[in-house]
């Protein structure tokens, strides 16, 4: 008898015990403690030929990508189309900025794409898979088709601000 | 009883504390080291596809029959490389970000080619250079030759 209660007693005790911990964890979990995401650095990746100067995820009413290229390739280039998206279920949605021709080398440029969905929510931290596409004018073909067409792709963590 | 339970909490209590350091911590190591591969990766193909353009044009410059042999550790990612309308330097790389193009710009007056003898590089300058792609050293002749009339460099690689 007095070995059944002390197991009993045993059981109850770190029973709740245990269900204390676990309520803590989970209020810890609630509190975003756990994210240990933000504690990484925002970034904004590019190839070195069109380096990323600076990079920011507006929100509030705003909602928008913006990031600024430098054209390090060396050659003048036309911007043809962009896509924009990222990995969660609902990916991002973006209103492209508009195509544009004779962007120089050596020259920075802004771009800013209007984006609801993928995780675009103030103060959260999100990323977005940018992609360019791009010819150079100085190439034959660059004007009349996509045969000598380029992807630019980079990738931006940061959080919504 | 509790001289047994004592202790076997304190234990969880422990491990439970060692994990929550060195699981987070692998975490962030993790992330980061990732990212910084895309950035030296990045960088290598750069360093290497300039290296190749600025030896096409000494040799260019350097008239018909001059050569020069580089030799690049090529990084882990390339998956293509070739030449487009004789005058672009292409680099397929597949990273962490996904698939993406370096591309490499020769001066229109500076024709590229490879040894590719197929129409497409014969006729329109679309030339493959697929040798080059792979992990590990290359050794790339880069030499101004003369094809009907026109001095052009000719990329290929080179073995031993």
Redo the contacts between chains.
Sequence with gaps: MSKSQ?SLE?LTT?AW?FVGIMVTLGALYYFGV?D??R???Q?C?F???FECVAFSFVGGATDQIRFRLVNN???TINVKRYSISNDLPIPLSCTNPSAFNGWLAGEERDFAFTCSGGGFIDNERTEA?ISITYC?P????CTTGS??D??????IKAVVT | MHKKAQPALEYLMITALVLGIIVPTTYILFRTTSESNVKILYSQINQIGNNIIDTAETVFFSGEGSRIVLEVNMPKGVTNVKILANRELVFDIVSELGTAEAVFFSKATIPIISDDSTAGCINNGNCGLSDLAGEGLKRINIEAIDVSGTLKVRIMEVEG
């Design positions: 002390a045993f770190y015990a756990f240990f995401s504690f990484l650095p970034e990746i190839p070195s030929q390739a060396g050659e898979e150079a100085a190439t034959a073909g045969a000598v380029h992807t630019l792709s980079g990738k």
